[in-house]
């Protein structure tokens, strides 16, 4: 089963605009996770957020929490052509087992 | 430098046949995962370890088998019983059972398994 429903499944931008992504999740949480993956490779680990914490930086990356409404968002601020790939939400419970969801594939063009 | 090694990259299977990827890792992380990916889809989790000489089934175990004899090791074998086992497995591990705090995966680059 998936938990994780990214939203949109693909996104298209130009260099230098920001680029947002939406994950939505089912079930209670102890924190969620971002990941990217380059095409044929293995994954990336991006950022994580608790589920006490509502908003993480790290470098270009914003990522927000909101456990009532169950989502989370990923904003990848100006944008480079090296930021296309899939990028992947992951929610973790107290069993230490990640879950993933469908994912979404950036293309910056530049 | 520490990190997780899959091989191999490519791997070609008759039908009938078993085949066995390999994981293996050196950052002592306890915990070990298999995942299965397929094209233009997220990750399904097959089996995970989070200690040596233990595993757990996770959503789509059947026509697969692992074993944990080693900390570092945790291979998986694709068995004639797996209908449709062409797909990309992702090997990964993490440091947070024992710890009790997450800090993410940590993902091998991949074993790409095609049945000819």
């Known amino acids: 089963s998936q938990q994780g429903e990214e939203d949109p499944q693909a996104l298209s931008i130009q260099e230098g605009e920001n680029a947002t992504m939406n994950c939505s999740y089912k079930t209670s949480i102890n924190n969620l996770q971002w990941y990217r993956q380059n095409s044929g490779r293995g994954l990336v680990h991006l950022i994580l957020i608790r589920s006490n914490e509502r908003e993480k930086h790290s470098g270009r990356l914003r990522v927000t929490l909101d456990t009532s409404k169950k989502s989370s968002s990923l904003l990848i601020t100006a944008s480079r052509a090296a930021d296309t790939a899939s990028y992947f939400c992951?929610?973790?419970?107290?069993?230490?087992?990640?879950?993933f969801g469908t994912g979404t594939r950036l293309q910056v063009f530049p | 430098d520490g990190g997780i090694t899959q091989s191999p990259k490519y791997l070609f299977r008759k039908e009938g046949q078993n085949v066995t990827l390999s994981c293996e890792q050196n950052?002592?992380?306890?915990?070990m995962y298999w995942y299965r990916q397929d094209p233009g889809q997220g990750l399904r989790l097959i089996y995970y370890?989070?200690?040596?000489?233990?595993?757990q089934k996770g959503d789509i175990a059947e026509g697969y088998s692992v074993s944990r004899e080693k900390k570092e090791s945790f291979p998986l074998t694709v068995t004639s019983a797996q209908k449709n086992p062409t797909a990309f497995y992702l090997c990964a591990s993490s440091s947070g059972v024992r710890t009790g705090t997450s800090y993410g995966y940590t993902f091998g680059s991949g074993t790409r398994l095609t049945v000819v």
């Open positions: 370890s989070q200690i040596v000489n233990d595993f």
């Open positions: 950052l002592n992380h306890d915990a």
């Open positions: 992951a929610t973790e419970f107290y069993t230490d087992k990640l879950i």
